[in-house]
């Protein structure tokens, strides 16, 4: 197996158990699963290509929630991304469905309000 690879797949099984958490426990805060996929992604800035294009998996598939896509891309701000999401709405039929990208269009934006959920985010001072 190749190190990339490894790199993919162990992003899964991280997306895997944010989308554990987030199904089967609700009463968990999710934010430090979140943290981990984002920090994994961070790791590693030459699979890019790769994670972008895995991103846009977990939406197209339903492999995880909305919400790791957009705290992952409030932070990492990946136009590409934005632009794919971009494209898919404009030739979405389904009303929730572009309702649903809208809101992660949102996330790449400063005045993204999901953001203050996140304790990474926030700019309240303790």
Known sequence: MSANADVLGR??????????????????????WLEAVLSHVLAYP????????AFLQILRENKGPDELVEFCMHALRW???KND???????EDSERTRHALRSLIKSFGNDWHGASSYSRFSTATP
């Open 11 to 32: 992003f899964w099984e991280l997306v895997a158990e944010v989308n554990r958490i987030d199904t089967e426990e609700l009463e968990t805060d999710i934010e430090p």
């Open 46 to 53: 030459d699979a890019r290509p790769q994670f972008a294009d």
């Open 79 to 81: 136009s590409e991304v």
């Open 85 to 91: 999401l971009a494209a898919w709405l404009e030739h």
